[in-house]
């Protein structure tokens, strides 16, 4: 009687099998479903921030941006002009919590930034 030969590639194939090792199908097919999975939630994400603000917030746009939170402050700021922003809007506009704006807002001012218009107007210099 002769034995029959493996071949590797059923070996490799068996072990894998046993000791539960993804393949390389395994791997694209978690892929596809992590995308799809991303994708529903930055659906869900963009729609309650658009519940709320119209679309995705000033925070959120320039997170994707890479700006810093005092970059995006001070943007806001810039964009009124003489005019100058409150306090109330900045923390509707960014998503901010009080402390953190009264932080960038002393930051951007010690800095030279910014100056104060009137009391809680602040305008870009």
């Known amino acids: 009687m002769t034995k029959k030969s493996v071949s590797f590639d059923t070996m490799v194939h068996f072990f894998m099998k046993r000791y539960n090792i993804p393949t390389k199908r395994d791997i694209e097919k ?18 309650k921030m658009g519940m ?12 994707r941006l890479g700006m810093t939170a005092s970059n995006i402050v001070l943007e806001i700021i810039k ?35 910014i100056k104060r218009k009137n009391r809680g107007i602040y305008v870009a210099i």
């Open 52 to 63: 709320r603000s119209g679309g995705l917030s000033a925070r959120l746009q320039h997170k």
């Open 30 to 47: 978690l892929m596809t479903m992590l995308d799809s999975l991303e994708t529903m939630v930055n659906q869900s994400y963009t729609k």
């Open 79 to 113: 964009e009124t002009g003489d005019e100058g922003v409150n306090f109330a809007e900045i923390k509707d506009k960014t998503g901010f919590d009080e402390k953190k704006i009264r932080n960038i807002i002393f930051r951007l001012n010690k800095l030279g930034k």
